[in-house]
């Protein structure tokens, strides 16, 4: 795991000069008391992951025993590879990547910058009206505008295909749109009025400029613009209706019907904990190498996971 | 209101090319705003006041979908309640666990990164897969949980199977998938003064005093923003209640979206899940007002605007 260097100072040891041995003692018993907490809090937190990677290693009769097994012994590390071709999760693993999340992410990305550099770095009359419009937005549940947008989307031919996601990212993301806003206009003007002394038009400060110094705010949308169509369900479920178009969200759940509905001796509970694993893991492996990005996300917007 | 209108006579050549320039970074945003936003929002609206079903013509009818909601729908209030005690329990619930957490994190403690990360990880992994393993952990004859239980001689606890304790177990879910809450109270606990807690130990406040008198009215602003941001996003929950029970046992966990999904892409009452979609786009709308107001009350900017 990779560790952040804090740059915030942590709270001061408060009693720094114990004039009393007692002092002492309640502090050392505040900081055993503290970990013992953390620690039991952290094992409650990580359990149900942890149980669902060990439960991916089992056979049938671990699972069922009882008492639970903790470890699995033997492990069964082929039941990985067997879940996975179980049904074909390369194809739902393909949708999900190249037909959604990168188009999506990627067309997310540059649509919100250009808009937001019309919002940040170029003054015109009713710029200010329009960005609190844009902000509202935010607030303006996907839940409510699906009905008609499905309508729409039918009337165009779209259902089962993944131009439903991808056709709306080219119009910009509010969220995003606010985020790179800000953090545009914290890049000093006279970098920009510098460029376009050199003959520089607007979309070329945004590309040689602009972009450059934006890597962490692109970072953030990028992050958690994957993340969102990675973990999307709903969206998929109203568009996609045939196997060959899942997401690996929707193939997942079509494995849940399989476990539920056969029998203990199916290997269906270890081999769906398997896939539910490797489906989760490219996240917590992106939240590992990334960590700092979407701590400062999240704590600058309040962008939810 | 002067303002949007742009007075072109009266400006530069340069004001008119920013005018232009600037109309045109944002375009995509308005377009896409008139398209998925606006339109889908008047035509919900439209389709609220008619009998459809996706395949005859609209029937204009007023506002028989609201009145058949509020007075003779069999599944309305079952359903309002459930959200409701979803959302009034689930929240605060969530809120405190999250602060706690976050105060735990703040204490002067080695590993602190690590701890966080663990906390905040379930919040990020998919929502199906995190389902897929709640289903298993808490199933009453499989689950690791009822699996201790049994070897200890004490009754199962019917966790998703009973009508009693299927909101409380969704609860407890959303209260371990609430890491997001946890990095913005850790954020904004970095960044109470040191000053304020060294004065009220110096005034001789012991560390519960502290905690009541410094931390909480510090954090006031972000406790307010997660407690109304909650609100919104545990009213549209859909996946993990979806995926989980189905809305099941005996319609004891169909949640608001859970149930509009069922009525427009199942029973295909397109007037009624329009009706209850403009519903929950006045409740949003409401909470977000809420939000905007109590902002200007509480929030402190650091400055910036």
Same mark, same amino acid.
């Not at chain 1, 620690?39 to 990677?53: K, S």
């Not at chain 1, 520089?200 to 110094?213: H, K, N, S």
């Given at each position: ?36 907490l953390l620690v039991l809090l952290g094992i409650t937190w990580i359990f ?49 990547? #190249? ?50 947008? #499905? ?26 749109? #606010? ?23 607007? #979309? ?102 | ?9 009266? @400006? ?10 600037? @109309? ?87 590993g602190?990164?690590f701890f966080?990360s663990v906390i ?11 389902? @897929? ?173």
């Amino acid at each position: 795991m990779t560790s952040i260097p804090q740059t915030v100072s942590t709270p001061a040891q408060v009693v720094q000069h114990p004039s009393h041995r007692s002092q002492v003692l309640l502090g050392w018993l505040t900081r055993s008391a503290t970990y013992i907490l953390l620690v039991l809090l952290g094992i409650t937190w990580i359990f149900p992951l942890y149980w669902m990677a060990t439960s991916s290693l089992k056979d049938d009769p671990q699972i069922y025993t009882v008492p639970p097994v903790l470890i699995p012994d033997p492990a069964f590390w082929n039941n990985f590879g067997d879940a996975w071709t179980r049904f074909d999760f390369n194809l739902a693993a393909f949708n999900s990547v #190249f037909l959604y999340s990168l188009p999506v992410t990627f067309f997310t990305l540059l649509s919100s910058m250009v808009v937001a550099y019309g919002f940040a770095k170029i003054s015109w009359r009713g710029r200010e009206p329009l960005f609190w419009i844009c902000i509202a937005t935010m607030m303006l549940p996907w839940q409510v505008t699906m009905v008609p947008l #499905f309508i729409t989307f039918k009337q165009f031919g779209w259902i089962n295909t993944y131009w439903p996601f991808v056709v709306p990212s080219l119009f910009g993301n509010a969220y995003f749109i #606010f985020l790179l806003r800000q953090f545009f206009r914290s890049i000093p003007e006279e970098l920009s009025d510098a460029a376009r002394i050199d003959g520089a038009d607007e #979309f070329g400060i945004l590309w040689r400029i602009v972009l450059p110094l934006s890597k962490p705010a692109i970072a953030v949308v990028l992050l958690f613009r994957f993340l969102w169509s990675w973990n999307d369900y709903l969206g998929p479920l109203i568009y996609i209706n045939t196997e060959a178009m899942q997401p690996l969200a929707l193939a997942i759940y079509r494995m849940r019907t399989l476990a539920l509905s056969m029998g203990t001796t199916s290997m269906a509970y270890p081999h769906l904990m398997a896939v539910s694993t490797l489906v989760a893991l490219p996240i917590i492996l992106i939240f590992i190498f990334a960590q700092r990005t979407f701590i400062e996300g999240i704590s600058t917007t309040g962008l939810k996971g | 209101m002067t303002a949007i209108t742009p007075r072109v006579r009266g @400006m530069t050549k340069t004001e008119k090319r920013n005018q232009l320039l600037g @109309m045109l970074f944002i375009s995509p945003w308005l377009l896409g705003f008139l398209l998925f936003a606006l339109f889908p929002l008047v035509a919900s609206l439209y389709y609220s006041m008619t009998n459809y079903d996706f395949i005859r013509q609209p029937q204009f009818i007023g506002v028989t979908n609201y009145t058949r909601l509020f007075t003779v729908d069999p599944d309305f209030w079952t359903v309002m309640y459930n959200t409701l005690y979803y959302v009034g329990f689930g929240v605060p619930l969530g809120i405190a666990v999250a602060f706690l957490i976050a105060n735990l994190l703040n204490s002067n403690i080695q590993g602190r990164t690590f701890f966080r990360s663990v906390i905040y990880i379930p919040s990020i992994v998919p929502a199906v897969c995190t389902a @897929m393993v709640w289903l298993f952990i808490l199933n009453v004859q499989y689950g690791v949980i009822n699996g201790v239980l049994k070897t200890l001689g004490v009754p199962t606890i019917p966790f998703l199977s009973s009508p009693e304790l299927a909101k409380p177990s969704l609860i407890l879910i959303y209260v371990w998938a609430q890491g997001t809450a946890v990095v913005i109270f850790l954020a904004a606990l970095q960044d109470v003064p040191r000053s304020l807690y060294d004065a009220a130990l110096v005034d001789g406040a012991n560390a519960w005093a502290r905690f009541w008198n410094v931390t909480v009215p510090m954090c006031t602003p972000v406790l307010l923003f997660n407690f109304i941001m909650g609100i919104i996003s545990a009213f549209q929950d859909f996946t993990l209640p979806f995926v989980l029970t189905g809305g099941g046992p005996m319609k004891s966990t169909e949640f608001y979206v859970v149930s509009l999904y069922r009525n427009a892409f199942v029973q295909f009452s397109i007037g009624k899940a329009s009706a209850m979609a403009w519903i929950l786009f006045l409740i949003i709308l409401l909470f977000s007002v809420l939000l905007f107001r109590s902002s200007a009350r509480w929030i402190y900017y650091g400055g910036e605007k």
